[in-house]
């Protein structure tokens, strides 16, 4: 009877240790799998929303076109906008080009002129998307303040 006692508690003792052991591990496995579907802890932290509305919004807003123009560079959108943003606006402000209205030729001198002064790049086929766009959309102004007179009846000053 006495000897059975003992293995009756050392069976019970065994048991607990086991059951503590399984709660230890069942912890484990339940952190581990929490840490794999959260691994920034957010839960903990309070919502993420803003941090992925800011990210999202970034990446909405970077070549959002208002009003027809491209936000980020103020050029005009029209045919072959991203080309002229992705090759002429690496070096200087889409200003410059902007405030530079010309006629094709002139683009076109002006581009050469990058080209074998500026280490701007040969544009290849994207030349012609490039001078098209500017050409369409920053031609040169038709007049300047005031149109040329013409028709002047010119006298000539008495000494
Ligand atoms: C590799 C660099 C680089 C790239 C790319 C580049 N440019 Fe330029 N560009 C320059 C530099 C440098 C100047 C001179 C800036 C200054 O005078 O402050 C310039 C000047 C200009 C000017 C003013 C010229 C003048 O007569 O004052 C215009 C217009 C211009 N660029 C248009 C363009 C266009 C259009 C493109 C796309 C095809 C382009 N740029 C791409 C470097 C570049």
Redesign the pocket.
């Known amino acids: 009877m006495e000897e059975k006692n003992t293995f009756h508690k050392q069976v019970k003792a065994i048991y607990r240790l086991m059951l503590g052991l399984f709660g230890i591990f069942g912890l484990m496995v339940a952190t581990i799998l929490y840490i794999m579907a959260d691994p920034d802890l957010s839960f903990f932290r309070g919502s993420t929303a803003d941090t992925t509305y800011v990210a999202v919004s970034e990446e909405d807003d970077f070549d959002k076109i208002e009003n027809g123009i491209h936000v980020r560079t103020g050029l005009v959108d029209a045919e072959g906008l991203m080309t ?1 943003v992705n ?2 606006t ?3 402000s889409a200003r ?2 902007i405030q ?1 209205r010309m006629n094709k030729e002139r ?1 076109i001198s ?2 050469r002129w ?1 080209q074998e002064t ?4 040969d ?1 290849g086929k994207n030349e012609d998307i ?1 001078v098209d766009y ?1 050409v369409t959309n920053y031609p040169p102004k038709k007049k300047g303040r005031r149109e040329v007179l013409t028709d002047v009846d010119w006298y000539v000053l008495e000494e």
């Open positions: 002229v090759n002429c690496n070096c200087h410059l080009v530079n683009w002006t581009i990058m500026q280490n701007l790049w544009l490039i500017l």
